[in-house]
Protein backbone atom coordinates (compact mmCIF):
# COMPACT_ATOMS: atom_id res chain seq x y z
CA UNK A 1 0.00 0.00 0.00
CA UNK A 2 1.15 3.61 -0.39
CA UNK A 3 0.30 5.40 2.80
CA UNK A 4 0.15 9.15 3.31
CA UNK A 5 1.95 9.83 7.04
CA UNK A 6 0.59 12.92 8.43
CA UNK A 7 2.31 13.69 12.23
CA UNK A 8 2.25 16.56 14.33
CA UNK A 9 6.23 16.00 14.82
CA UNK A 10 8.91 14.05 14.25
CA UNK A 11 9.30 11.06 16.10
CA UNK A 12 12.49 10.09 16.16
CA UNK A 13 14.52 10.00 18.62
CA UNK A 14 11.70 7.78 20.12
CA UNK A 15 12.56 9.13 23.55
CA UNK A 16 9.18 9.96 25.09
CA UNK A 17 5.44 8.53 25.21
CA UNK A 18 4.26 10.40 22.07
CA UNK A 19 7.35 9.86 19.72
CA UNK A 20 7.54 6.23 21.07
CA UNK A 21 3.29 5.33 19.81
CA UNK A 22 4.03 6.81 16.56
CA UNK A 23 7.44 5.85 15.36
CA UNK A 24 6.96 2.18 16.43
CA UNK A 25 3.77 2.29 14.26
CA UNK A 26 5.59 4.19 11.72
CA UNK A 27 8.39 1.92 11.38
CA UNK A 28 5.72 -0.82 11.21
CA UNK A 29 3.63 0.18 8.79
CA UNK A 30 7.06 0.91 6.60
CA UNK A 31 7.89 -2.89 6.92
CA UNK A 32 5.19 -3.95 4.21
CA UNK A 33 4.20 -0.56 2.33
CA UNK A 34 5.15 2.63 1.36
CA UNK A 35 5.53 5.67 3.33
CA UNK A 36 4.49 9.44 2.65
CA UNK A 37 5.84 10.93 5.72
CA UNK A 38 4.83 14.92 6.64
CA UNK A 39 5.42 15.93 9.87
CA UNK A 40 5.92 19.12 12.24
CA UNK A 41 8.98 20.05 14.06
CA UNK A 42 8.89 23.27 16.88
CA UNK A 43 12.54 22.77 17.02
CA UNK A 44 15.22 23.41 14.24
CA UNK A 45 17.92 20.41 15.69
CA UNK A 46 15.03 18.12 14.50
CA UNK A 47 15.78 18.39 11.09
CA UNK A 48 18.92 16.55 11.60
CA UNK A 49 17.40 13.52 12.46
CA UNK A 50 15.09 13.76 8.75
CA UNK A 51 17.63 11.01 7.29
CA UNK A 52 16.98 8.25 9.31
CA UNK A 53 13.03 8.29 8.63
CA UNK A 54 14.12 8.94 5.31
CA UNK A 55 15.85 5.59 5.48
CA UNK A 56 12.95 3.53 5.81
CA UNK A 57 10.02 6.26 4.18
CA UNK A 58 9.53 6.83 0.30
CA UNK A 59 9.50 10.81 0.95
CA UNK A 60 9.98 12.46 4.65
CA UNK A 61 9.02 16.21 4.61
CA UNK A 62 9.23 18.23 8.05
CA UNK A 63 7.68 21.39 8.18
CA UNK A 64 8.84 24.47 11.13
CA UNK A 65 6.29 25.80 13.48
CA UNK A 66 6.47 28.24 16.83
CA UNK A 67 7.35 26.39 19.78
CA UNK A 68 8.05 27.52 23.13
CA UNK A 69 11.37 28.19 22.95
CA UNK A 70 10.58 30.98 20.47
CA UNK A 71 8.52 32.64 23.06
CA UNK A 72 7.40 36.11 21.90
CA UNK A 73 5.75 34.24 18.51
CA UNK A 74 4.27 31.69 20.77
CA UNK A 75 2.49 34.20 22.70
CA UNK A 76 1.16 36.32 19.99
CA UNK A 77 0.51 33.12 18.10
CA UNK A 78 -1.95 32.15 21.52
CA UNK A 79 -3.24 35.64 21.75
CA UNK A 80 -4.25 36.06 17.89
CA UNK A 81 -5.91 32.24 18.31
CA UNK A 82 -8.28 34.10 21.11
CA UNK A 83 -10.15 35.35 18.19
CA UNK A 84 -10.59 32.12 16.43
CA UNK A 85 -13.29 29.24 16.76
CA UNK A 86 -10.43 26.51 16.34
CA UNK A 87 -8.34 25.47 19.03
CA UNK A 88 -4.90 27.00 19.34
CA UNK A 89 -3.15 23.51 18.65
CA UNK A 90 -4.81 23.08 15.84
CA UNK A 91 -4.28 26.19 14.59
CA UNK A 92 -0.58 26.15 15.12
CA UNK A 93 -0.19 23.14 12.74
CA UNK A 94 -1.89 24.60 9.48
CA UNK A 95 0.62 25.49 7.30
CA UNK A 96 0.34 26.53 3.29
CA UNK A 97 3.40 24.76 2.71
CA UNK A 98 2.64 21.62 4.30
CA UNK A 99 -0.79 21.98 2.04
CA UNK A 100 0.37 22.40 -1.21
CA UNK A 101 2.99 19.35 -0.22
CA UNK A 102 0.13 17.20 0.96
CA UNK A 103 -1.92 18.14 -2.14
CA UNK A 104 0.68 17.23 -4.14
CA UNK A 105 1.43 13.90 -2.68
CA UNK A 106 -2.23 12.88 -2.67
CA UNK A 107 -2.08 14.00 -6.53
CA UNK A 108 0.73 12.47 -7.91
CA UNK A 109 0.76 9.21 -5.92
CA UNK A 110 -2.11 6.20 -5.63
CA UNK A 111 -2.49 6.75 -1.60
CA UNK A 112 -4.10 3.65 -0.12
CA UNK A 113 -4.95 5.19 3.35
CA UNK A 114 -4.01 8.49 5.13
CA UNK A 115 -3.08 8.01 8.46
CA UNK A 116 -3.50 11.60 10.56
CA UNK A 117 -1.31 10.70 13.88
CA UNK A 118 -3.49 13.05 16.09
CA UNK A 119 -6.61 14.93 15.35
CA UNK A 120 -4.94 18.39 15.35
CA UNK A 121 -4.63 17.48 11.33
CA UNK A 122 -7.78 17.20 10.77
CA UNK A 123 -7.93 20.72 8.60
CA UNK A 124 -5.80 18.78 5.81
CA UNK A 125 -8.49 16.14 5.30
CA UNK A 126 -9.66 18.31 2.11
CA UNK A 127 -6.41 18.45 0.89
CA UNK A 128 -6.10 14.06 0.66
CA UNK A 129 -8.94 13.74 -1.89
CA UNK A 130 -11.20 10.39 -1.95
CA UNK A 131 -8.28 8.14 -0.34
CA UNK A 132 -9.70 6.83 3.11
CA UNK A 133 -8.96 8.59 6.26
CA UNK A 134 -7.74 6.99 9.83
CA UNK A 135 -7.22 9.28 12.90
CA UNK A 136 -5.30 8.19 15.79
CA UNK A 137 -5.85 9.82 18.81
CA UNK A 138 -3.16 9.46 21.51
CA UNK A 139 -5.64 11.12 24.07
CA UNK A 140 -8.80 13.28 24.12
CA UNK A 141 -7.29 16.54 24.03
CA UNK A 142 -10.40 18.43 25.18
CA UNK A 143 -10.09 16.08 28.55
CA UNK A 144 -6.21 17.06 28.79
CA UNK A 145 -7.24 20.68 28.16
CA UNK A 146 -9.83 20.27 31.07
CA UNK A 147 -7.79 18.64 33.75
CA UNK A 148 -4.52 21.31 33.02
CA UNK A 149 -6.94 23.63 34.20
CA UNK A 150 -8.21 21.89 37.00
CA UNK A 151 -4.96 22.37 38.50
CA UNK A 152 -3.67 25.87 37.59
CA UNK A 153 -3.46 28.23 40.64
CA UNK A 154 -3.63 31.38 38.12
CA UNK A 155 -6.84 32.64 37.13
CA UNK A 156 -5.62 33.85 33.57
CA UNK A 157 -4.22 30.17 32.77
CA UNK A 158 -7.04 28.55 33.46
CA UNK A 159 -9.41 30.75 31.89
CA UNK A 160 -7.23 30.56 28.64
CA UNK A 161 -7.59 26.49 29.04
CA UNK A 162 -11.29 26.49 29.48
CA UNK A 163 -11.68 28.19 26.60
CA UNK A 164 -9.45 25.94 24.80
CA UNK A 165 -11.07 23.27 26.32
CA UNK A 166 -14.42 24.23 24.58
CA UNK A 167 -12.57 24.98 21.60
CA UNK A 168 -11.33 21.73 21.10
CA UNK A 169 -14.32 19.70 22.13
CA UNK A 170 -16.30 21.42 19.36
CA UNK A 171 -13.97 20.68 16.93
CA UNK A 172 -13.92 16.94 17.85
CA UNK A 173 -17.55 16.92 17.49
CA UNK A 174 -17.44 18.25 14.31
CA UNK A 175 -14.17 16.20 12.89
CA UNK A 176 -14.37 12.78 14.59
CA UNK A 177 -17.08 11.81 11.93
CA UNK A 178 -15.62 13.12 9.13
CA UNK A 179 -12.54 9.75 9.04
CA UNK A 180 -13.05 6.36 8.10
CA UNK A 181 -11.91 5.16 10.91
CA UNK A 182 -11.29 6.66 14.45
CA UNK A 183 -8.61 4.77 16.81
CA UNK A 184 -7.88 5.58 20.62
CA UNK A 185 -5.31 4.01 22.61
CA UNK A 186 -7.60 2.38 25.30
CA UNK A 187 -11.47 1.57 26.08
CA UNK A 188 -11.91 4.98 28.35
CA UNK A 189 -11.09 7.31 25.71
CA UNK A 190 -13.31 5.12 23.15
CA UNK A 191 -16.19 5.62 25.69
CA UNK A 192 -15.67 9.28 25.47
CA UNK A 193 -15.56 10.12 21.68
CA UNK A 194 -18.59 7.80 21.56
CA UNK A 195 -20.32 10.14 23.66
CA UNK A 196 -18.52 13.51 22.44
CA UNK A 197 -18.98 12.81 18.90
CA UNK A 198 -21.71 10.37 19.18
CA UNK A 199 -19.92 7.63 17.35
CA UNK A 200 -20.59 3.67 17.62
CA UNK A 201 -17.79 2.24 16.04
CA UNK A 202 -14.06 3.12 17.25
CA UNK A 203 -11.21 1.14 17.09
CA UNK A 204 -8.92 0.66 20.07
CA UNK A 205 -4.94 -0.10 19.61
CA UNK A 206 -3.41 0.53 22.61
CA UNK A 207 0.09 1.59 23.15
CA UNK A 208 3.30 -0.55 23.76
CA UNK A 209 5.83 -1.23 24.36
CA UNK A 210 9.19 -2.70 22.95
CA UNK A 211 9.47 -6.23 25.31
CA UNK A 212 12.73 -6.86 24.37
CA UNK A 213 14.73 -3.48 25.12
CA UNK A 214 12.13 -2.48 28.55
CA UNK A 215 13.07 -5.77 29.90
CA UNK A 216 14.15 -6.73 33.79
CA UNK A 217 17.42 -6.96 34.97
CA UNK A 218 19.58 -8.44 37.97
CA UNK A 219 20.92 -4.90 38.60
CA UNK A 220 20.98 -4.06 42.43
CA UNK A 221 18.91 -1.97 43.64
CA UNK A 222 19.51 1.11 45.40
CA UNK A 223 17.71 1.39 48.87
CA UNK A 224 15.20 3.60 49.20
CA UNK A 225 15.00 4.80 45.63
CA UNK A 226 12.71 6.53 43.81
CA UNK A 227 12.81 7.83 39.74
CA UNK A 228 10.51 9.68 37.70
CA UNK A 229 10.73 9.75 33.97
CA UNK A 230 9.50 12.14 31.80
CA UNK A 231 10.40 15.28 30.08
CA UNK A 232 8.98 18.53 31.99
CA UNK A 233 8.72 21.17 29.18
CA UNK A 234 4.90 19.00 28.96
CA UNK A 235 2.47 21.01 31.40
CA UNK A 236 1.78 17.43 32.65
CA UNK A 237 4.63 16.49 33.33
CA UNK A 238 5.73 19.54 34.90
CA UNK A 239 2.54 19.74 37.33
CA UNK A 240 3.34 15.88 38.15
CA UNK A 241 6.78 16.94 39.03
CA UNK A 242 5.68 20.02 40.89
CA UNK A 243 2.87 18.03 43.13
CA UNK A 244 5.23 15.51 44.45
CA UNK A 245 8.02 18.42 45.10
CA UNK A 246 4.89 20.12 46.79
CA UNK A 247 2.56 17.51 48.57
CA UNK A 248 4.51 14.06 48.44
CA UNK A 249 8.25 14.31 49.15
CA UNK A 250 7.84 16.49 52.45
CA UNK A 251 6.11 13.55 53.66
CA UNK A 252 8.30 10.80 52.67
CA UNK A 253 11.59 13.14 53.61
CA UNK A 254 9.77 13.37 57.53
CA UNK A 255 9.92 9.31 57.69
CA UNK A 256 12.86 8.81 55.72
CA UNK A 257 15.48 10.96 55.35
CA UNK A 258 17.75 8.44 53.39
CA UNK A 259 15.05 8.91 50.49
CA UNK A 260 16.45 9.43 47.18
CA UNK A 261 14.65 10.56 44.24
CA UNK A 262 15.80 10.73 40.47
CA UNK A 263 14.23 12.97 38.07
CA UNK A 264 14.96 12.06 34.37
CA UNK A 265 13.90 13.91 31.53
CA UNK A 266 14.66 17.54 29.58
CA UNK A 267 13.66 20.93 31.16
CA UNK A 268 13.88 20.40 34.99
CA UNK A 269 11.15 22.45 36.40
CA UNK A 270 12.15 25.86 38.28
CA UNK A 271 10.82 24.09 41.78
CA UNK A 272 12.83 21.09 41.30
CA UNK A 273 16.16 23.11 40.92
CA UNK A 274 15.35 24.96 43.79
CA UNK A 275 14.78 21.97 45.71
CA UNK A 276 17.94 20.06 44.61
CA UNK A 277 20.13 22.82 46.00
CA UNK A 278 17.93 22.49 49.58
CA UNK A 279 18.31 18.36 49.01
CA UNK A 280 21.27 17.52 47.77
CA UNK A 281 21.66 14.39 48.75
CA UNK A 282 17.97 13.21 48.02
CA UNK A 283 17.36 14.64 44.75
CA UNK A 284 18.76 13.83 41.35
CA UNK A 285 18.86 15.88 38.37
CA UNK A 286 19.58 13.65 35.48
CA UNK A 287 18.49 15.68 33.15
CA UNK A 288 17.91 14.48 29.54
CA UNK A 289 19.33 10.93 29.08
CA UNK A 290 19.70 8.92 25.54
CA UNK A 291 19.03 5.67 27.50
CA UNK A 292 16.47 5.80 30.64
CA UNK A 293 16.84 2.04 31.56
CA UNK A 294 19.98 2.77 33.74
CA UNK A 295 18.06 4.81 35.89
CA UNK A 296 14.88 2.31 36.09
CA UNK A 297 16.93 -0.81 36.39
CA UNK A 298 18.51 0.44 40.05
CA UNK A 299 15.67 2.65 41.43
CA UNK A 300 13.55 0.96 43.67
CA UNK A 301 10.35 2.15 43.17
CA UNK A 302 8.84 3.84 39.87
CA UNK A 303 6.63 7.20 40.36
CA UNK A 304 4.28 8.28 38.15
CA UNK A 305 2.01 10.86 40.29
CA UNK A 306 -0.16 12.18 37.38
CA UNK A 307 -2.73 14.58 38.22
CA UNK A 308 -3.93 15.59 34.24
CA UNK A 309 -3.36 14.45 31.15
CA UNK A 310 -5.43 11.93 29.07
CA UNK A 311 -4.53 8.46 26.94
CA UNK A 312 -2.56 5.91 28.15
CA UNK A 313 1.31 6.83 29.73
CA UNK A 314 4.00 4.61 27.83
CA UNK A 315 6.82 5.56 31.02
CA UNK A 316 4.18 3.30 32.81
CA UNK A 317 4.43 0.87 30.17
CA UNK A 318 8.11 1.01 30.21
CA UNK A 319 8.43 0.74 33.96
CA UNK A 320 5.68 -2.75 33.56
CA UNK A 321 8.04 -3.70 31.21
CA UNK A 322 11.04 -3.63 33.26
CA UNK A 323 9.79 -5.45 36.18
CA UNK A 324 9.19 -2.24 38.58
CA UNK A 325 7.26 -1.69 41.16
CA UNK A 326 4.91 1.46 39.87
CA UNK A 327 3.09 4.22 42.39
CA UNK A 328 0.71 6.20 40.19
CA UNK A 329 -2.45 7.64 40.48
CA UNK A 330 -5.66 6.69 38.33
CA UNK A 331 -4.74 9.09 35.98
CA UNK A 332 -1.66 7.81 35.51
CA UNK A 333 -3.23 4.53 35.46
CA UNK A 334 -5.45 4.93 32.87
CA UNK A 335 -6.24 2.66 29.99
CA UNK A 336 -3.72 0.18 31.10
CA UNK A 337 -5.40 -2.94 31.65
CA UNK A 338 -4.24 -4.23 35.24
CA UNK A 339 -5.48 -4.44 38.59
CA UNK A 340 -4.25 -2.05 41.67
CA UNK A 341 -2.91 -3.61 44.14
CA UNK A 342 -1.85 -6.43 42.04
CA UNK A 343 0.27 -5.12 39.54
CA UNK A 344 0.38 -1.57 40.39
CA UNK A 345 -0.50 0.57 43.58
CA UNK A 346 -2.82 3.48 42.49
CA UNK A 347 -2.93 6.66 45.04
CA UNK A 348 -4.83 10.08 44.23
CA UNK A 349 -4.48 11.92 47.56
CA UNK A 350 -0.15 12.91 48.52
CA UNK A 351 -0.97 11.28 51.89
CA UNK A 352 -1.68 7.87 50.13
CA UNK A 353 0.86 8.75 47.84
CA UNK A 354 3.57 8.73 50.22
CA UNK A 355 2.19 6.30 52.44
CA UNK A 356 1.95 3.61 49.91
CA UNK A 357 5.91 4.51 48.88
CA UNK A 358 7.27 3.63 52.33
CA UNK A 359 5.31 0.77 53.05
CA UNK A 360 6.59 -0.73 49.71
CA UNK A 361 10.21 0.60 50.55
CA UNK A 362 9.69 -1.33 53.48
CA UNK A 363 8.42 -4.37 52.03
CA UNK A 364 10.86 -5.29 48.52
CA UNK A 365 9.45 -8.83 48.65
CA UNK A 366 5.82 -7.31 47.66
CA UNK A 367 7.30 -4.48 45.16
CA UNK A 368 9.04 -7.63 43.75
CA UNK A 369 6.13 -9.51 42.99
CA UNK A 370 4.16 -6.86 42.18
CA UNK A 371 6.70 -5.92 39.42
CA UNK A 372 7.05 -9.28 38.20
CA UNK A 373 3.12 -9.18 37.53
CA UNK A 374 3.46 -6.04 35.84
CA UNK A 375 5.62 -7.54 33.18
CA UNK A 376 3.42 -10.88 32.37
CA UNK A 377 1.20 -7.68 31.42
CA UNK A 378 3.42 -6.68 29.43
CA UNK A 379 4.27 -9.62 27.32
CA UNK A 380 0.54 -10.84 26.76
CA UNK A 381 -1.09 -7.49 25.54
CA UNK A 382 1.44 -4.72 25.27
CA UNK A 383 3.82 -5.51 23.09
CA UNK A 384 4.60 -3.49 19.83
CA UNK A 385 4.24 -6.94 18.27
CA UNK A 386 1.04 -7.55 18.82
CA UNK A 387 -0.29 -4.51 18.26
CA UNK A 388 1.30 -4.27 14.82
CA UNK A 389 -0.82 -6.87 13.89
CA UNK A 390 -4.42 -5.15 14.75
CA UNK A 391 -2.63 -2.25 12.55
CA UNK A 392 -2.34 -4.17 9.47
CA UNK A 393 -5.69 -5.77 9.95
CA UNK A 394 -7.38 -1.98 10.04
CA UNK A 395 -5.96 -0.76 6.89
CA UNK A 396 -6.06 -3.47 4.46
CA UNK A 397 -9.85 -3.29 5.42
CA UNK A 398 -9.66 0.77 5.10
CA UNK A 399 -8.04 -0.01 1.49
CA UNK A 400 -10.26 -2.66 0.30
CA UNK A 401 -13.37 -1.02 1.80
CA UNK A 402 -12.32 2.66 0.46
CA UNK A 403 -15.58 4.59 0.88
CA UNK A 404 -16.48 7.86 -1.13
CA UNK A 405 -14.25 10.99 0.69
CA UNK A 406 -16.78 12.71 3.16
CA UNK A 407 -18.43 16.31 2.41
CA UNK A 408 -16.12 18.72 4.26
CA UNK A 409 -16.99 22.04 4.67
CA UNK A 410 -14.84 24.43 6.64
CA UNK A 411 -17.04 27.50 6.22
CA UNK A 412 -15.65 30.85 7.46
CA UNK A 413 -13.83 29.56 10.91
CA UNK A 414 -11.25 27.35 9.34
CA UNK A 415 -8.15 28.42 9.64
CA UNK A 416 -5.76 30.52 7.31
CA UNK A 417 -2.91 29.69 5.59
CA UNK A 418 0.47 30.81 7.42
Not at 353 to 369: D, S
Request: glycine content about 4%; charged content about 20%; hydrophobic content about 40%.
Amino acid sequence: MNILFLSTENPYPPDHGHHLRTYHVLRHLAKMNRIFFVGFSQNQNDLKYKAHLESFCASVDIFPIPGRAQKLQYILSALRNLFSAWPFSVHRYFRRMAAQRISEIAKDEKIDVVHFDMIHLAPYLEMVGNAPAVAVNHNVESLRLLRLAGVQKHLWKRLFLLLQYQKMRNFEQRMCGKFQRLITVSETDADIFKTVCQLQEISVIPNGVDADFFKPSCTSLVPNSLVWVGGMASPYNLDAVDYFLDEIFPKLYSAQTQIKVTFVGNAPTAKLQRQKIRYPDNIEIAGYVDDVRPYIKRASLFIAPMRCGSGTKIKVLNAMAMGKAIITTAIGAEGIKAIPGRDFILADTAKEFAEQTLHLLLHPEIAKIMGQNAREIIEQTYDWRVIGQTMDVIYKDLRESAPAAPDLKYGRSAPHYV
